[in-house]
């Protein structure tokens, strides 16, 4: 097995391995360690059922059931997410950490790329630590004491079972510290944060896009470009992600997400 840092601050890819098959546990460690570690792993060509998809995400966490997209006709825990008529949805193409308005967010995410467009579709990523460290001080001390509130109901239409949505916001840290690395991540973003409860109106339309902004920084970003099989897997909790919607043909991806656990 080999792993490769790509050219950016986020995500490294593994080659010389099969997920379709079982890992020996020092290669698992080694695994996990790296995707703490870059935020996110990329694998070439895997081309996994719904099982081995779920037994390969429990390399990084507990899979367990996402009651806000429909599953695959194999699988509970399995999800499914593809495009009407050709045309992108909407939710993922903002930048985001997944479902943070749920208490426990969960820990990270694996898709696997199913059906592509012939040209389009890929996957950006964004280290929310590095965003962090491009901060001065003075902000940073700031904002490690503030909380944001978080909703998805607004956001997600009755395709995505909003109905399942919890009805009440929840509040998180502006500043999540990750509770492997230990390091400082920005936990706000566009689609599912609704303001800074420390904050007045006016101070809030100051500070929050800016934060939600960092991860538009090109230098904090990795474009990865989806070949069918491939997989993606990346922590939650350092990491936003933004799917680009420049295309117009169909784009199915399989995705297991993983138990949550505090956000601290």
């Given amino acids: 097995m080999k792993i490769t840092p790509t050219n950016s601050l986020v995500g490294a890819y593994v080659e010389d391995i099969d997920l379709s098959t079982p890992i020996e546990s020092d290669a698992i460690d080694e695994l996990v360690s790296a995707w703490h570690k870059w935020g996110v792993l990329f694998f070439r060509n895997q081309n996994l059922n719904d099982e081995q998809q779920v037994a390969a995400a429990s390399i990084f966490g507990d899979p367990v059931?996402?009651?806000?997209?429909?599953?695959?006709?194999?699988?509970?825990?399995?999800?499914?997410?593809?495009?009407?008529?050709?045309?992108?949805?909407?939710?993922?193409?903002?930048?985001?950490?997944?479902?943070?308005?749920?208490?426990?967010?969960?820990?990270?995410?694996m898709l696997q790329a199913i059906k592509l467009p012939s040209s389009g579709g890929d996957t950006l990523f964004a280290?929310?630590?590095?965003?962090?460290?491009?901060?001065?001080?003075?902000?940073?001390?700031?904002?490690?004491?503030?909380?944001?509130?978080?909703?998805?109901?607004?956001?997600?239409?009755?395709?995505?079972?909003a109905k399942k949505i919890p009805e009440d916001a929840v509040s998180h840290p502006v500043v999540r510290t990750h509770p492997v690395t230990g390091k400082k991540c920005i936990f706000v973003n566009r689609l599912f944060t609704q303001g800074i409860n420390e904050l007045n109106p006016r101070e809030n339309e100051a500070l929050l896009p800016m934060l939600c902004d960092l991860s538009l920084r090109p230098e904090l970003q990795f474009r990865f470009q989806w070949e069918e099989g491939d997989i993606a897997v990346w922590d939650n909790r350092s990491v936003q992600h933004y799917a680009t919607p420049d295309y117009s043909e169909a784009r199915v991806m399989h995705r297991v997400v993983l138990a949550g656990d505090p956000v601290e």
């Fill in 65 to 109: 059931p996402y009651d806000f997209a429909p599953t695959t006709e194999g699988s509970d825990i399995v999800h499914k997410i593809d495009n009407e008529d050709g045309k992108p949805k909407g939710g993922s193409s903002n930048w985001h950490t997944d479902a943070t308005w749920l208490k426990e967010p969960p820990r990270g995410s």
């Fill in 127 to 161: 280290s929310m630590s590095a965003a962090f460290d491009s901060l001065s001080p003075s902000t940073q001390n700031f904002i490690e004491g503030l909380t944001a509130l978080h909703h998805g109901g607004s956001k997600l239409g009755a395709n995505r079972i």
